[in-house]
């Protein structure tokens, strides 16, 4: 049996599959002038097996998407059999001597770098086109087994050392069961991710792509953190039953979706939905959310060629807006940078990119993306209760110069004559211990806080959120991180504002009574977790929690602090 951490619950028995991306190695040797035939021969039939694959691609997306989005990889095809390119690889073997490869490898190198200095952008978008290309004929050249994870035909639980919250999103459903890793953590994207498309996961194993052979038997139980290879058909009954007793677990705390999550003693705690797309806010409302507390709007930039325009931004807010019927959403300008790449961006490498280029710092040096992602969000105000809200602030310069430039398109958009929410509340995440530090002055500037612990606990204890090696440390019920906390909820309390959270840690079900005495105005989750944290509020008392967090806070070690919760826990009866 292999452990790991549980990222998103479920149990499900299926065939392992091994997704391993292998290097792509390429042989720099010279050739001899008798081989010169065969290398050539080597493209051709890499080639045509390249293109039967982007056809089979083609088939599937057109039955998935539409005609139009399969267009896309029709568009791959006639990039592949390109004359000119062909005409370049073939004379580049001859004239160089080098292998079918070698060859391939220089003229995708050279023509990406063409692409990029190119001031049409439209073009310049071309080069991860080119790129994936290029790959897909070099493994086809090295027998290097090309795994499309859209494109994956029995159902498989997939295991893979690392997966990008791209790749995540890119899945099958219907065939990826489940996925366990090598890496990440539980606060990593990919496991968020997993939570909102309510896929079963376990992630940071450590070693399961040493372990897990193609084609084994797996149950994967990340509801007790538990994988077992190739069990008897006595373990595989007893996971049955476990099964089945999740799913009644579950079904009985749907019932309990709709009620409020208000307190014995009548404290209300607004209970909203962590979303990526419009898809989730359909979840949001199944499972009771009473509003968006988080809307990760760097999904809508993700697994696309280009930056989305002004106006599909502008028709994604709104469609959640109409969704959602007057109930609040709290859109999140685009946090990119960190775990969130953009391939189409060309972000530079950086050395530690969780500190470096990431949020709201993209988005003021790109400012032409920080606009067109605020006139979107303005305009789709009109159709219901948005509020928009900036991450991973660190000062007041910066909130200065947000606010300023909201000020500059509303004056705008008011010459233009198009409706918007002009009372449009903004916030800020308190993600930073800069700016938990100075709540007290950013307060003075914005209509509310969330606290993004998961960012929050990485940056003020120096550990890596997505880091297994160090998963010990990552610690948010640090008594540094709670004094961080309590300061941030008691600011804006004394003016008059709310905080919520919408962090992972608002739906650790042991800490949410801690979470409600220390005065939690609203706790915002992935949909899934809605239920049970509201039938946990409605079974605390909101005087004897604020007892314990009194005495919660005067604890020196995490210890002491978990031993506190989990007494209470125990004698309130809320787990
Ligand atoms: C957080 O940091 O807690 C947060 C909610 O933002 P994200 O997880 O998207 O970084
Ligand atoms: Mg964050």
Redesign the pocket.
């Known amino acids: 049996m292999i452990s790991g951490i549980s990222a998103s619950p479920g149990i499900v028995f299926g065939t392992a599959l091994l997704f391993k991306e292998k290097k792509i190695k390429i042989n720099k040797t010279k050739i001899s002038s008798q081989n010169i035939q065969i290398e050539i021969k080597k493209f051709f039939k890499a080639r045509k097996k390249s293109a039967q694959q982007i056809h089979e691609i083609k088939n599937q997306a057109k039955k998935k998407f539409g005609k139009k989005k399969s267009l896309i990889f029709k568009g791959h095809i006639l990039l592949l059999e390109d004359e000119e390119l062909e005409k370049e690889i073939i004379d580049l073997i001859k004239k160089k001597k080098i292998t079918a490869d070698f060859a391939i490898e220089n003229i995708i190198q050279e023509q990406i770098k063409t692409l990029k200095n190119l001031k049409d952008e439209y073009l310049k978008n071309r080069t991860i086109d080119i790129r994936d290309i290029g790959n897909r004929l070099l493994k086809n050249i090295l027998h290097i087994p090309v795994v499309d994870l859209s494109n994956i035909k029995k159902k498989v639980i997939l295991i893979t050392k690392d997966l990008t919250p791209s790749q995540t999103a890119q899945m099958n459903l219907k065939k990826i069961i489940g996925f366990i890793t090598d890496l990440g953590g539980n606060?990593s994207?990919t496991s968020?991710m997993a939570r909102s498309l309510e896929i079963p996961a376990i992630v940071g194993t450590k070693n399961i792509t040493k372990k897990v052979k193609n084609g084994d038997f797996l149950i994967l139980d990340s509801v007790n953190n538990k994988i077992i290879i190739n069990p008897s058909e006595k373990k595989i009954q007893y996971f049955k039953k476990e099964k089945k007793k999740y799913f009644n677990i579950q079904k009985k705390l749907k019932l309990l979706k709709d009620l409020p999550a208000i307190t014995k003693d009548g404290k209300k705690i607004e209970i909203g939905s962590?979303i990526g797309n419009y898809k989730d806010s359909i979840n949001a409302k199944k499972y009771g959310a009473e509003s968006i507390g988080?809307y990760?709007t760097?999904f809508l930039f993700m697994g696309r060629n280009n930056l989305p325009s002004e106006e599909e931004q502008f028709q994604a807010y709104k469609s959640i807006a109409q969704k959602m019927h007057g109930k609040s959403i709290i859109i999140?300008t685009m946090?990119i940078g960190?775990d969130?790449n953009l391939s189409y961006m060309n972000f530079p490498k950086e050395d530690n990119p969780f500190l470096g280029w990431r949020?709201i710092r993209v988005s003021i040096d790109n400012i032409n993306i920080l606009h067109d992602q605020i006139r979107a969000i303005l305009r789709a105000s009109a159709f219901g209760k948005l509020k928009i809200m900036f991450?991973m602030i660190i000062s007041m310069e910066e909130i200065y110069y947000l606010k300023k430039e909201v000020e500059n398109i509303k004056n705008q958009l008011k010459k233009e004559n198009i409706i918007f929410d002009k009372k449009i509340n903004i916030g800020i995440?308190i993600?930073t211990p800069s700016s938990a530090i100075i709540s007290k002055y950013l307060i003075q500037e914005v209509d509310f806080f969330?606290?993004?612990?998961?960012?929050?606990?990485?940056y003020t204890l120096a550990v890596d959120?997505g880091n297994e090696i160090i998963s010990k440390l990552y610690q948010p019920i640090s008594p540094s991180i709670l004094y961080l906390i309590n300061k941030v909820i008691t600011e804006s309390h004394k003016a008059k504002k709310w905080t919520g959270?919408?962090?992972?840690?608002a739906s650790n079900t042991e800490i949410i009574a801690l979470l409600v005495g220390m005065g939690i105005d609203e706790l915002s989750m992935s949909s899934i977790s809605i239920p049970i944290i509201k039938n946990i509020i409605r079974k605390i008392n909101y005087k004897k929690a604020q007892k314990l967090a009194n005495k919660v806070l005067k604890e020196k070690t995490v210890e002491n602090i978990q031993y506190l919760i989990k007494k209470f826990n125990k004698k309130e009866n809320l787990l």
């Open positions: 606060t994207h968020i962590n988080l990760r760097e999140r946090d960190g969130k949020a991450p995440m993600e969330s606290i993004g612990t998961n960012d929050l606990t990485q959120r959270i919408c962090g992972e840690l």
